[in-house]
């Protein structure tokens, strides 16, 4: 098995793990060191995805539903820990993507 099936493989059961967490309410067992791998690899591979091989796909599967709170919680956090503002966040919104 390659190093890519593994990383497959691996985020399957790290979506499962999350998930299960999510649903039999023990989010605190989930380490936050856990939370920030997850959402950097998530964040930098989404990324380079979109902007190395022009690739426009939504961050969310259609069947996986983020809520608006859950989505605005993360963005704020993220700017933040960007040292970005509204104004960036404009600029880039107003970026063209393909659809």
Not at 5 to 20: E, G, I, M, P, T
Not at 52 to 81: K, L, N, S
């Amino acid at each position: 098995m390659s190093s890519l099936d593994d990383l497959s493989a691996s985020a399957n059961a790290a979506f499962d793990a999350a998930n299960k967490a999510l649903n039999d309410g023990e989010v605190e067992k989930v380490s936050s060191e856990t939370v920030q791998k997850l959402l950097t690899a998530g964040a930098k591979l989404y990324c380079r995805k979109l902007t190395e091989e022009d690739d426009y796909f939504p961050p969310f599967r259609p069947e996986d539903m983020v809520t608006a709170t859950e989505a605005v919680v993360a963005i704020a956090e993220m700017m933040r820990a960007a040292d970005l503002n509204t104004f960036d966040l404009a600029m880039w919104m107003s970026r063209p993507h393909s659809d």
